[in-house]
């Protein structure tokens, strides 16, 4: 069972919707500056003053944008079964063992945030992330499925069946209460690292607690 921390593109993607959406705002601020420079070499004589604000406002736009994103990946697990089933008949038996590998994703859906999951004062923020969940259920990977053992013959059902097994071992397995901590964790650290990125200075995140 493999372990892996995918997530580095999706933040990258966050970080470009996010610089993107803030386009029109720089090219509205350029145009604010040539026009206070105007004035002041129209009016020599008057005093202007030109202040600095760096508060950070995640407008709508901002936040639209994370939302965006959809599902956010943040902790992925690769796993192989070995499933087996056995049909007893009066002479022989007939026995099926196929070999399935899968990756299980786990993530939060953006989408599902909450009216007012960002809420910020100042420099000071607050994200409240939807709960972690396994974003795919079709996680087996089908075209690395091989039977390692048949013997008589088996109808599309039966390896149905196996397939199902398949996908309830793997989650039994893989979907442990360490695992699902370890995406909070990825989601808490990979959150504070945008706010701090975009200038909030103190940064509180929380994962919605799961069903």
Sequence with gaps: ?????????????????IFASWTLVAAAAAAAVAIVLTLVHLNRDTTISIGSDNRID??????????S???W???????EEMIDTVCHGFFSDDEL????NGTLRLGIDMSQADANWIAHSGDSVTVTLPPV????TRFIDEARTKSFF?????????????????QHAMMKRCLTPANYRSAEQNATSQMQSLMLQLGFK????????RK
Aim: net charge positive; hydrophobic share 35%; charged share 30%.
């Design 150 to 166: 048949e013997s008589g013959k088996w109808s599309n059902d039966d390896r149905a069946e196996l397939y199902t097994r398949a």
């Design 1 to 17: 069972m493999e372990k892996r921390n995918n997530s580095r593109g999706l933040l990258s993607r966050i970080m470009g919707n």
């Design 58 to 67: 995640p407008t709508p736009t901002l936040i639209a944008s994370m939302k």
């Design 73 to 79: 990946e943040f902790l992925s697990i690769s796993d």
């Design 69 to 71: 994103i959809g599902e």
């Design 202 to 209: 103190k940064v509180a995140v929380k994962v919605g607690k």
């Design 97 to 100: 063992v196929r070999i399935y």
């Design 133 to 136: 969940k396994l974003l795919d």
